[in-house]
């Protein structure tokens, strides 16, 4: 009993400090802005590792958390002037499915070898987060398409505003996460040997 006390107390604190810098982290993309109107999401990266530390529950409340520091900080800003309840569901539909997704596929295949599980699940945060905005964006935000185009000086016009604001963010993020995914692995590692 005296084991799982603490061990509930661990994922507790584990969680409080991923909560903390998944808040600093986004909180400072809001200054790294390279593609687009949109901040990087280098949030990313403490939400993939408290996933694979503290499950898929875990990973869900981390990119909670991320949506709403989007949200709060103005990272969405450009879609709320033209669907507020778009946005907020896109937002946090995505930050929260990516969280998840990480924890689950860390779960499912750590067993098996857990290096390849944590850069897996490294690499599938950035990949729901994007793919989840895309679907947001066309459920949402299609019909504004040439507007919002215009508004970041795209001459696309459909779904491609979207793929294009997407992807140089997408591009970072993935490439972002498999670099520190060694990093990923050495942090599991640290705490699975106490």
Known sequence: MQKTNKQKTEKIVMSALMTTLVIIFQLLATYTT?????????????????????????????????????????????????????????????????????????????NKLKIVAAVIAALVCPIVN???????????FMPYAKEIGAMVGIEEVGFGVFIALAFGNFIFEILMNAVLSPVFVRIINIRNKK
């Open 34 to 110: 390279f593609f687009g109107p949109f901040s990087t999401a280098i949030g990313l990266i403490p939400i993939a590792i408290g996933a694979c530390l503290c499950g898929p529950a875990i990973g869900a409340w981390l990119g909670f958390v991320f949506g709403v520091v989007v949200i709060a900080t103005g990272g969405a800003a450009l879609f709320f002037a033209f669907s507020i309840p778009g946005t907020i569901v896109t937002v946090l539909v995505k930050g929260t499915a990516c969280g998840f997704a990480a924890g689950l596929v860390y779960k499912l295949l750590k």
């Open 130 to 140: 994007t793919g989840i905005f895309l679907l947001g964006s066309a459920i949402f």
